[in-house]
Structures are given as C-alpha cells and as structure tokens.
C-alpha cells in the first residue's frame, strides 16, 4: 500500500511556484486551489497532503517529522542548519545573500562592525571567518531601514534584484552565498517511506532535467 | 502476583526487556555513580553528544559534573587488554542539555559495551543486539550502518585532503548531491571519482543489496578491506536470523576523532529522532591510553516516551461514592466487585469533578447502584 507523504510548502509565491511542479510531476490536489479556510489539502489517491506554513517554519514541521517532505529556501537551511537531508536543488527562487550597505560606507576595520540582519547566525559564520568582531542586530522586517538611520553599518539580507537597495541609496558590497529552494526531507521519513520519497524527488528532478535541456 | 501492563510506562517496560536481553547474552550490569569529575569530560568534549555539563564543586574543592554519558565512565575504569573482552550494560540516567538548549534534562539511557579483543565474531554480536534491542521497542524498526573506514577510503582515493573531511562527511550526511558536486569541482576531483561519492551518499538499501552495489565502486586497499569487515558481519548476521532490517547508508555519519570503522544507528516508525546509536570507538580508546578494540552502542529510552499505546482517555476505571450511612464492610466489596480485572477504583465520599472516569457508582443502603457509565 501506497504511504501518504505530508508535504510543508512555504506560503506565498515561492510555495506557489513549488506546488506548480508538484502538480506537473503527477501530485496535483485540485482542492489546495479553492477559496477555503482549510489548512490541509489531501489527495489520498496520488498519496500527497499539503499544507502551508511560513517559509522560515518549513524546516521546523520537517525537522520534526510532522512534515515527511517540504520546500524550503537555502537561506532558511543555512540559518537554522536542521538535521534533515538535502534531496534537490529546485533551482527556482533564486537569489543571494549579500552584504549592503549605503553606497558612501567606508569599512573601518578598527571599529566593532554594526549588522542588521534577519539571519543572524548566517551574518555570524560568515564574519568569523573574517575573523571580524561585529554586533548583531536581529530584526524582523524593513532591514534596509537600518543603515539609512545610523542605526548599522551595514546589513546581511537576501537580494533579488537590487532594486530596493538601489532607490534607498544602498548598494551591495559582497556576496555570501546563492540562495535557491530545496527538497528537503526528514532523515526517519525517508527511511521508512523510501519508495515514496524517492519516487518524488525522482519526478520533480526529471521536470528540472526538461527544463534545462 | 503479575504486574498489570499498565503500569509500565513504554520506556519503563523498555529499559526492563533490553537488560534481560543482554544479560542473556552474558553482559553484566555497570554501575556508575551519578557524578565524575569534570577533567574527564572537558577532555573529551566532542565525544559527547553535546558539551554542555551541569558542574559543582565537591567539598573538597574539585570541580565535578553530573554525567551527560556513561561510556566514557566504563573506558576510564576498565580492566581488559588486547587478549581478554570486557562486556558490560548498563541502565542510567544521565544529563544533557535539550536540543533547543534550554536547561538540562534527566534521560534515562541504556546501553552495552564490549572491549577488549574485537574480532568479527564479537562485533557482530554487538550489532545482532543491537538489532534485537530495536525489536523489543517495536517490530517497525530500522538498523543502518556504515563503515568510516570505507568512507575514510574513498574520500582518499579521491584526492580529498584530509582537512577537508569533516565538511565533505557533512554533506554525505543531509545526502545533499549538488553540494557535493560543487564541492567535488572546487576541489579538482575527478569526474569518475565524484560520480562514486555521489553514489555512495545516495545508497540506501539493505545490506543484501547493498554489498552488491557498492562492490564496483571500490578502489584501493583500504576501501576493499572496509568492505570485507561489512561482508564478514552479514555472513555471520545471516546465522542469527533475519537480516532484512539492516540497511546500509552511509549518511549516518559521527565523529572520525573518536569512532572508526563500523558504525550504525536505529530507527523506529514514528519516533522522528534515532533512538539507538553506536559504533567502534577504537580511536577514543587510543586517546584514553588504553589501546585495545571496543564497540558499543546507548539506546535513548526517553525517546520512547510518546511512542505505544494512547493514554486512557479515563484517569480511573471507576469512582464510588460513599456516605456516612455507609459501614466499612460494604464499602470494601463493593470495591472487591468493582476492581475486579485489574480495574482501578477510587474511593470518595464526596464527588471530585476533577477526575475524569468511567464509571460512577454509589454505596445506598448497604447496596451497590451504579450512576453512570461512560464509553
């Protein structure tokens, strides 16, 4: 008998765009597209049910094993580093993390950088191997505020095109790491639902394969 | 007089089989005292499971700390060398801090050890129990293992310098394919040498199958000999019975400081966490100066603890009521008639809501009446 796999999906247009190629890959659940105040959505007959969470909780319900399955962003993996497996690059939602500042900032190394960031850990590793003592700031939103107030010096955040940072007067000064969604899978899951798993991730890769050919 | 089933909470009724599974085998039980003193774990920190430890000074003035594990314990204090075995289990509590870092718990853990002269008869006992261990929680259960050893051979012939071990280990260890790729580009390894670490890292299947799968994959000495341990240990598996639920995956990977050569850890359906982790730990041996083999493994029983039956959804089976027209004598066979079956029965003389049960009944001129009944 075929296991029923849970499957977190980010809310908003990331979490869209994922569903899209589940649906392409044969998981379709037309019910998640109805006006409706339902949390979950199932097909028990292609054995899927999803639901949406917020984008930074989907490792959490994957970690956890309320989730088999989910979508989550590079950014979300390497802020919390979970213990769960990596499956595939969904090479969708891409973008990078970077550091900003305003386009006048002059690093001075003799003083303690100032950094406002949603990814504190992130803008932690990514100082340390610097060697650069720095101040966190740990905001939850409108971080390029920050350095327009003299509030940091500069700010570690994920970066799509630029196009705010560059009509508030920042600019980026250098890249972390590139960002992009991934199949991620809780390690005990993938154990004991192996064939299912497995038969996911091998679809959606094939729709990624077509894709780039 | 038999114990009703009840009375065991899943853990409770865990910790008891798996010590009579390895006393069967000849392991003797190892006490150790709740505390140790500090040095011993601020040198081995990273083989523990996490290197946060409640301390205290002792009235002697020596910095101690409650135990956050028990092998190291039982390495410090053991008397085998390379010609005799020691085997031991033992069944305690020790603390760590929780995974969300907030203050330290109580984890009951147990757990066996064999030290001493190794050879593959004896670890492949250690695995067949560790295997049974696993059974006697749940028939749904899973046991992988993998071989350091046979990874420390592939990332070799590989050309991937020894420093950058622990980043490659980590990410066979999420089997996160296009970051090993990238990684395997960056650092010049060839094409046909990143196609097998790729294979490897995605390996999941049982050891049957696996040993035939990794078997065109090996390449150099140390690899083949790794091999051979994994091919020795099915063959005498294979003797004790089923092997079907021993999977390879190389993605269980632990520390290299500390364990060499095979490895493993246990799964059980619903429970999201490992609850059984072991391996050959000759390594940690060496650095404790006491240069022998020895292989073990710890189960987490707290693990356990919402795994089985559902609570009853009532907290006693029945309530009886009495008044001050009621004489002893009644009471007592009226709660005779009521417990019978090992049914639970709680004796009020005024109505607690506070409870929840299944059935209310009431001592009335010396008779038993029955109020309520709930399903």
């Keep these: 008998m075929k296991k029923m796999i849970n499957i977190a999906l980010p809310k908003g247009r990331l979490g869209e765009k994922a569903y899209a190629m589940f649906e392409a890959a044969g998981y379709e659940c037309p019910s998640i597209k109805e006006e409706s105040r339902k949390l979950i959505f199932e097909n028990a007959e292609k054995g899927v049910r999803y639901f949406w969470v917020k984008p930074s909780d989907v490792v959490i319900y994957v970690e956890r094993g309320a989730a088999d399955i989910g979508i989550a962003g590079k950014d979300i993996i390497l802020e919390y580093s979970p213990d769960i497996y990596e499956l595939l690059d969904l090479e969708m939602g891409k973008c990078r993390m970077a550091v900003a500042a305003k386009k006048d900032f002059v690093d001075h190394r003799d003083k303690t950088l100032r950094v406002a960031t949603k990814f504190p850990n992130i803008a932690k590793s990514y100082y340390n191997k610097q060697s650069r003592e720095i101040d966190i700031i740990k905001l939850n939103g409108s971080i390029e505020l920050a350095p327009i107030l003299g509030l940091s010096d500069v700010i570690v955040d994920i970066v799509e095109t630029g196009k705010t940072l560059y009509e508030n007067d920042l600019e980026p000064k250098a890249d972390i790491v590139d960002i992009s969604a991934r199949l991620v899978s809780n390690k005990v899951s993938h154990k004991f639902k192996n064939e299912e798993i497995n038969e996911i991730s091998a679809r959606l890769e094939k729709i990624l394969l077509a894709k780039k050919a | ?375």
């Design chain 2, 1 to 375: 007089m038999t114990l009703s089933d009840k009375l065991f909470k899943e853990e409770e009724r865990a910790a008891y089989k798996l010590r009579e599974l390895y006393r069967k085998y000849g392991y003797l039980q190892y006490k150790v005292s709740k505390f140790e003193e500090y040095d011993l774990y601020a040198r081995n920190k990273s083989f523990l499971v996490s290197d946060k430890l409640l301390t205290f000074t002792d009235t002697n003035g020596k910095l101690m700390a409650l135990k956050p594990d028990v092998t190291l314990s039982i390495i410090k204090n053991v008397v085998a060398n390379e010609k005799s075995s020691y085997k031991v289990y033992y069944d305690e509590k020790v603390y760590r801090t929780t995974t969300s870092g907030d203050g330290f718990r109580e984890i009951m853990q147990t757990g066996l050890e064999s030290i001493g002269a190794i050879d593959s008869f004896s670890q492949s006992e250690v695995i067949m129990l560790a295997m049974r261990s696993l059974e006697n929680i749940s028939e749904d259960y899973i046991l992988d293992i993998s071989n350091m050893k046979l990874l420390e051979g592939l990332f070799e012939s590989a050309g991937i310098d020894a420093s950058l071990m622990s980043e490659i280990l980590s990410l066979i260890g999420s089997k996160n394919i296009s970051a090993i790729k990238s990684f395997c580009r960056r650092e010049g390894v060839s094409v046909d040498a990143e196609d097998r670490i790729c294979q490897f890292a995605s390996c999941y299947m049982p050891i049957e199958n696996a040993l035939e799968e990794i078997k065109p994959l090996l390449v150099g000495e140390k690899m083949l000999s790794a091999y051979s341990e994994l091919c020795e240990l099915y063959e005498i598996l294979k003797l004790y019975g089923s092997t079907e639920k021993l999977y390879v995956d190389f993605s269980i990977v632990n520390d290299m400081n500390y364990y060499d050569g095979i490895i493993f850890k246990g799964f059980i359906n619903g429970i999201f966490d490992s609850v059984l982790s072991g391996g050959r730990y000759d390594r940690l041996m060496e650095k404790l100066g006491k240069k022998m083999g020895a292989i073990g493994f710890a189960v987490y029983l707290d693990r356990l603890e919402r795994f089985g039956a559902e609570n009853d959804a009532y907290e006693v089976d029945a309530l009886l009521l009495y008044d001050d027209s009621a004489e002893a004598k009644d009471i007592i066979s009226a709660v005779r008639k009521l417990g019978a079956d090992g049914k639970t029965v709680r004796v009020l003389n005024t109505l607690d809501k506070s409870i929840s049960y299944k059935m209310l009944a009431v001592i009335r001129k010396g008779g038993l009446e029955i109020l309520e009944e709930n399903d």
